[in-house]
């Protein structure tokens, strides 16, 4: 069974920084790629970035420039550094897993932990 647990979350002030961390456990072979992704009060869940276990990385428009994902996966363990912070970053940030056998795809997500820039 996979779990995923985030941490690193909290109260900036807007231009400050975060760093959030979310360690992995129970993930097999089949492992494909990890990300973040955060959802507003009300909101739906978006994409903030992605990153393969090739190092292939993808990141939203919004996030580009200002945040970097980072992994070790031999610890299935990934990173999310956060610059420049601002109100419209306010979200709770999954953690996600992706695992694909070639038969199925599997999506496992934490808890979230909670970021919220204000003055």
């Known amino acids: 069974q996979v779990q995923l647990v985030e941490s690193g979350g909290g109260l900036v002030q807007p231009g400050g920084s975060l760093r959030l961390s979310c360690a992995g456990s129970?993930?097999?072979?089949?492992?494909?790629?990890m990300g973040w992704y955060r959802q507003g009060r009300g909101t739906q869940r978006d994409l903030v970035a992605t990153?393969?276990?090739?190092?292939?990385?993808t990141y939203a428009d919004s996030a580009k420039g200002r945040f970097t994902i980072s992994g070790d996966f031999a610890k299935n363990t990934i990173h999310l550094h956060m610059d420049s912070l601002k109100s419209e970053d306010t979200a709770v940030y999954y953690c996600?897993?992706?695992?694909?056998?070639?038969?199925?795809?599997?999506?496992?997500w934490g808890q979230g932990t909670q970021v919220t820039v204000s003055s």
């Open positions: 996600n897993a992706l695992l694909i056998t070639g038969v199925r795809t599997m999506d496992y």
């Open positions: 990153i393969t276990s090739g190092n292939e990385i």
């Open positions: 129970g993930i097999d072979s089949s492992f494909y790629g």
